[in-house]
């Protein structure tokens, strides 16, 4: 085992521990092609038909099972060289550089691990290398083979709205960030502001990393499903809440998202509310949809914020304008830059720029008339079977 120094961070690398992971991919690899070939066997024995869901979900195992067994030995070779190299004076970082496929799953594992244990700028951007190709795949992979909420006509989402209070319309990003919902059970995870012009959007991050498709739809199955290219029972509540009066009357809406929030409002915003004129991702992964011409997107990304990198590198021009920045965080929090707090401190970093961007991208996006009226909604969303 060796030290490796990223940044402040050292990180111990241990050749031992990638041999275990790419012996455990192997028996991973064994499991799906057992699993495969029971229902292909179902099959032949005619108890299945011969299309359907299993079928497809044979064929996905199948496929996984060999991913997963190029992932071993990818992983098994990385340690060999890192074992070799590690004499030669190369560090882990450049041993990586050199083995490491984006397409392939265990990879991307192994950054992640790194990632979310000791985030820092360097190790993050190496996650979002590693996602590029990989989440999508991995994703649309854990939902055909059954992690998912059941499919939406068995589920109800109910959106239930707080009363009506008078509100300061957002003057600065610092407003904005504070604005959104903070994450807590039971408690609202949206909130619009409507001024006479303007509604404001503002979606909360995940709130719990249950896949058992409880009454939270802010959970982590929702998070696999969008990132996976599919409707979550959380953007089904948030399309609710878009459809009231104070969203739909509005001539711009400004949705603001922060974690799964951010996801959600790309979402809603590709695929159907033609009055989007800006969406705010703040520590969001990119989601895989086609924004409409003439709708600018705003990222705020703490550098060592790992959850950002789950949607891999943003494609050119995806992101009209990007503000990133590396965050204090503690030692005993290693997720403490992607926490609301952390990224309102980033917003104050945001509001103190000069850059002409920045300032052109506040001046377009804030109402700043003292008389401005604005009214404060929250909401509550839920679901059940």
């Excluded at 695929?271 to 991702?281: F, I, K, T, Y």
């Excluded at 703040?282 to 409409?292: D, I, K, L, Q, S």
């Amino acid at each position: 085992m060796t030290g490796m120094s990223d940044g402040d961070a050292v990180i111990d690398v241990s050749t031992e521990h990638l041999h275990m992971l790419a012996s455990g991919l192997d028996n991973w690899a064994l499991h799906l092609d057992n699993c495969a070939s029971r229902l292909r066997s179902a099959h032949e024995s005619h108890v299945l038909p011969t299309v359907g869901p299993q079928h497809r979900i044979a064929q996905v195992l199948a496929r996984l099972a060999r991913m997963a067994r190029n992932d071993a030995q990818t992983i098994a070779h990385l340690a060999q060289r890192y074992e070799f190299n590690e004499s030669h004076g190369q560090n882990f970082w450049q041993v990586v550089a050199t083995t490491w496929n984006p397409a392939v799953v265990g990879t991307s594992l192994m950054a992640g691990l790194v990632a979310f244990a000791h985030p820092t700028a360097r190790s993050v951007s190496f996650f979002r290398q590693t996602m590029t190709q990989a989440t999508e795949q991995f994703s649309r992979s854990i939902v055909a083979t059954g992690v998912r909420p059941i499919r939406q006509s068995a589920h109800h989402i109910s959106t239930n709205p707080g009363s009506d209070e008078p509100c300061r319309p957002p003057a600065s990003m610092v407003d904005l960030i504070s604005r959104i919902p903070a994450v807590a059970a039971d408690k609202p995870q949206v909130r619009v502001e409507r001024t006479s012009t303007t509604a404001f959007v503002y979606i909360g991050g995940t709130v719990t990393s249950a896949l058992n498709g409880g009454k939270e739809p802010w959970d982590m199955t929702s998070n696999l499903v969008a990132i996976a290219g599919q409707q979550s029972d959380s953007e089904v509540g948030v399309r609710k809440i878009m459809q009231s009066p104070a969203v739909t009357s509005a001539d711009n809406v400004v949705v603001v998202g922060h974690s799964q929030g951010g996801l959600i409002a790309q979402r809603v915003t590709a695929l159907g509310n033609p009055n989007v004129s800006d969406v705010v991702l703040v520590g969001a992964p990119t989601a895989r949809v086609e924004m409409p011409a003439g709708v600018r997107i705003v990222a705020i990304e703490n550098t060592n914020d790992p959850v950002p990198a789950l949607g891999g590198q943003t494609p050119p021009g995806k992101v009209d304008v990007t503000f990133r920045r590396d965050a204090p965080v503690t030692s005993n929090d290693s997720l403490g830059a992607h926490h609301l707090s952390s990224y309102r401190s980033t917003a104050h970093a945001f509001d103190a720029s000069t850059s002409p961007l920045l300032r052109a991208t506040e001046r377009q996006l804030f109402v700043r008339r003292e008389s401005e009226v604005c009214v404060a909604t929250d909401w509550r969303v839920d679901r059940s079977s």
